[in-house]
């Protein structure tokens, strides 16, 4: 197996360092490769102005050397094969950084802290994580307050029954590294003739399986993140999955998408992995 390459973001509070270790723990006995970046961010500044340049200058230097430091803890603390580097970017936002170095770098995974947000926000402007997955073609796992690595013994699999063939073999893979069980679930409102016929088709499917350790529920809610909320607490599940797409206007204006609002529910580590 190739070492996966993972893109840590930090920005050195406490929420990142958890995201930070979590990450390590999960994949550091995969021997994976590690760079934790922090993006240096001087909005609206000429880039004319000298004086601005100097500081931005000293601000990447400070980003540098706090994180030496934060990797020289992380090596002391959690023993292991993998490799980890740190790295200072400026640039305007995150989603833009990580996006620029995901497609340059050809990242497996990108790990990062997330925290609920306010009402605005959710329905306005969204935070950084969403705006992460909106644009990054890696999955990104957002690690939220208070998660700790533990293992992965139950991922749910949250899925809208498209792609059901194709998102189960990398939702197997990924869970077999583990030896993970994997719960899908599908949330609609009511049985139809048509659900019936997916329900048989998926099953089908989860039965031919060659991952054995895998099943398939419906449940019946007009409320499908806390459809799945609720699912992840019954079931004790380490792992959200959910597979998004890239928003349009409107989805992006009124929070339209699931995968949006499970991220601010941030009950469990959710893995959103961008459709191709």
Request: hydrophobic letters at 45%; proline letters at 5%; zero cysteines.
């Given at each position: 197996?190739?070492?996966?390459?993972?893109?840590?973001?930090?920005?050195?509070?406490?929420?990142?360092?958890?995201a930070l270790e979590y990450a390590v723990r999960l994949a550091g006995p995969l021997e994976?490769?590690?760079?934790?970046?922090?993006?240096?961010?001087?909005?609206?500044?000429?880039?004319?102005?000298?004086?601005?340049k100097t500081i931005e200058k000293s601000l990447l230097q400070l980003s540098q050397e706090e994180g030496e430091k934060l990797i020289e803890k992380v090596r002391r603390e959690i023993k292991g094969k993998y490799t980890i580097r740190f790295k200072a970017i400026r640039t305007y936002t995150v989603a833009d950084a990580v996006k620029r170095y995901v497609e340059k770098?050809?990242?497996?995974?990108?790990?990062?802290?997330?925290?609920?947000?306010?009402?605005?926000?959710?329905?306005?402007?969204?935070?950084?994580t969403v705006s992460v997955i909106d644009v990054c073609?890696?999955?990104?796992l957002a690690i939220p307050e208070?998660?700790?690595?533990?293992?992965?013994?139950?991922?749910?699999?949250?899925?809208?029954?498209?792609?059901?063939?194709?998102?189960?073999?990398?939702?197997t893979e990924f869970a077999a590294i583990f030896g993970s069980n994997v719960h899908m679930?599908?949330?609609?409102?009511?049985?139809?003739?048509?659900?019936?016929?997916?329900?048989?088709?998926?099953?089908?499917l989860v039965r031919n399986h060659s991952y054995k350790k895998l099943d398939f529920k419906i449940i019946l809610d007009e409320?499908?993140?806390?459809?799945?909320?609720?699912?992840?607490?019954e079931t004790k599940s380490d792992l959200l999955t959910t597979f998004t797409h890239t928003l349009s206007l409107?989805?992006?204006?009124?929070?339209?998408?699931?995968?949006?609002?499970?991220?601010?529910?941030?009950?469990?580590?959710?893995?959103?992995?961008?459709?191709?």
């Open positions: 197996m190739t070492p996966p390459k993972l893109l840590l973001l930090t920005d050195f509070s406490p929420l990142s360092a958890l994976a490769d590690f760079t934790v970046m922090n993006v240096v961010r001087l909005e609206g500044i000429p880039k004319a102005n000298l004086k601005m770098n050809k990242v497996n995974m990108v790990v990062m802290g997330s925290r609920g947000a306010s009402t605005f926000k959710k329905i306005r402007l969204g935070g950084t073609k890696a999955p990104v208070l998660a700790q690595f533990t293992g992965l013994k139950n991922l749910v699999y949250a899925s809208d029954l498209k792609n059901v063939s194709k998102e189960l073999d990398i939702i679930i599908h949330v609609l409102p009511a049985m139809d003739k048509k659900a019936e016929v997916e329900k048989e088709r998926v099953l089908s409320d499908v993140p806390g459809a799945i909320d609720r699912y992840i607490k409107e989805e992006k204006l009124f929070a339209k998408s699931v995968t949006r609002k499970l991220a601010y529910l941030g009950t469990i580590p959710l893995l959103a992995v961008k459709r191709t």
